[in-house]
């Protein structure tokens, strides 16, 4: 909802950014006694970065010891993993095994287990060949060796966003969508932001705007970095493929990243990719024949069986890539003003940790964060990884309300009852997008070519079609 230009909605804190990081800040702000707005571009939560990210959960074995982002994923990923146990957010505690397919990356294990202890990561052993091919007898040939890494997990990206965010709103907080800032003006008490959807007035400002951070950042007269697009492109393949990814596979990492990786899915696919390149367009989402005979050649050599199972769907995903290989957390006191840039993929398991050191940072500025007594319990999320009790199986949750034996979307057994959920949540989905990531609809083998249509009349009926189909 926009408001008048001469009468600006005002707030303790706006949050610029609705992703992962983003809403992990507006929930620990929240609950304070500040009053809180996330300030989104887009019509959903979670809608940029944050929702093709490579979906692990991170043990920070393999981060820069010494740094910022070295401390805050280790003490995400037990933060985070915390978060998921109360709120329900599919996590599978996979473990992940690091494999040398040459002398080089062979002899880079031991160096890396080393790094992984300094990091405060005790759990990585070497292991022999054949221990690698017993763990994942389809890995093709080649192997020499690995690196165990039992800690890494995979998560759902999409529940965790919609669960920060849920339960920053349950504590107070707004979420502003389609308001993309387009101006800042200093005023004597904070900053005035421009917004597509609204001028709203902050005391501080927390820029947690992913790839747009740069642009933030320059309106607030800096100019420290910038932020480029890294395409990150992946696979995925058909459920029965599981069977040959029991865990993750990690490639020996390079500075370009952490290469190519073969993963299952909290949704019970396989994914491979994802590809690095660097490029100048911040919307460049799209897949590309390069890419995808990159992913083909690596993933022959890493494990070709996988090509002889059906690929489910691609995508790309792009990560805010910047100079110096850390993050970016800066207060600035003049201004009243937050930079939360440079966040890479380890954001999503960082996310909570990031929120506290960003409290801190703002408590040093002299704003009271201590939390209230009274915070509501944490929202608990539906279901939509395979290893939980989906509806479509819960033989009780049926017999009590029969819209959860109505399955609407039949690839990826989705529920009337769900769908009906999505609707009546604290964050609705505006748009179809919106509508999968809360329920895997159209997420399956047809890509919603049986339910498609269904699913654009639920959003247009807020789920009422297809409740009228399931009382039939």
């Not at 990561?121 to 994942?136: F, G, K, P």
């Not at 005023?187 to 951070?213: I, S």
């Not at 990031?354 to 319990?377: F, Q, S, T």
Request: aromatic share 6%; glycine share 12%.
């Amino acid at each position: 909802m926009s408001t008048p230009a001469d009468h600006p909605r005002s707030v303790d804190v706006a949050v610029i950014g609705g992703g992962v990081v983003g809403t992990a800040i507006a929930r620990r702000l929240a609950g304070t006694d500040l009053r809180v707005a996330v300030v989104e571009a887009r019509s959903d939560v979670g809608d940029g970065t944050s929702k093709a990210n490579t979906a692990i959960l991170h043990t920070g074995f393999d981060a820069s010891p010494g740094t910022v982002e070295s401390r805050l994923v280790a003490e995400g990923y037990h933060l985070l993993g915390n978060f998921a146990e109360a709120t329900g957010i599919p996590v599978e505690r996979t473990g992940a095994l690091l494999v040398a397919w040459s002398e080089e990356e062979l002899a880079a294990l031991p160096g890396l287990r080393e790094k992984a202890r300094r990091n405060g990561y005790d759990a990585c052993e070497l292991v022999a060949a054949t221990e690698v091919y017993d763990a994942v007898p389809s890995l093709g040939p080649g192997a020499l060796g690995g690196l165990t890494v039992p800690g890494e997990s995979i998560i759902c990206t999409w529940s965790t966003t919609i669960a920060l965010a849920t339960d920053a709103v349950a504590r107070g907080a707004e979420v502003l969508l389609e308001h993309r800032v387009t101006a800042v003006d200093a005023t004597t008490e904070g900053t005035l932001l421009r917004t597509t959807g609204g001028d709203v007035h902050a005391r501080w400002v927390v820029n947690a705007a992913g790839l747009h951070a740069d642009t933030i950042d320059g309106l607030f007269g800096h100019d420290r970095f910038t932020v480029t697009p890294r395409r990150g492109e992946l696979y995925v393949f058909d459920k029965l493929a599981r069977p040959l990814a029991p865990l993750i596979v990690l490639p020996v990492p390079s500075s370009r990243g952490k290469g190519v990786l073969v993963s299952p899915t909290v949704y019970g696919n396989v994914m491979l990719g994802p590809t690095a390149e660097d490029l100048d367009d911040k919307t460049a989402t799209g897949t590309s024949a390069e890419g995808f005979a990159f992913l083909r050649e690596k993933g022959e050599r890493i494990m070709p069986t996988l090509f002889d199972e059906e690929v489910t769907t691609t995508y790309a995903g792009l990560r805010a890539a910047v100079p110096g290989g850390d993050y970016l957390l800066e207060r600035d006191d003049e201004r009243r003003y937050l930079l939360v840039g440079g966040i890479r993929s380890t954001g999503l398991t960082a996310s909570i940790a990031i929120a506290e050191h960003v409290a801190g940072l703002l408590a040093a500025g002299g704003v009271d964060v201590g939390l209230r007594d009274d915070l509501p319990a944490p929202p608990r999320i539906p279901n939509i990884g395979e290893a939980g009790l989906r509806p479509y199986a819960d033989a009780e949750r049926i017999a009590a309300d029969p819209a959860y034996g109505h399955v609407v979307c039949f690839c990826e057994r989705v529920t009337a009852g769900e769908v009906r959920d999505a609707f009546d949540s604290a964050l609705p989905p505006r748009d179809l997008d919106g509508l999968r990531r809360r329920t895997r609809l159209m997420n399956g083998r047809c890509q919603g070519f049986f339910c498609g249509a269904d699913a654009q009349a639920a959003l247009e009926t807020r789920g009422a079609s297809l409740l009228a189909g399931a009382d039939r």
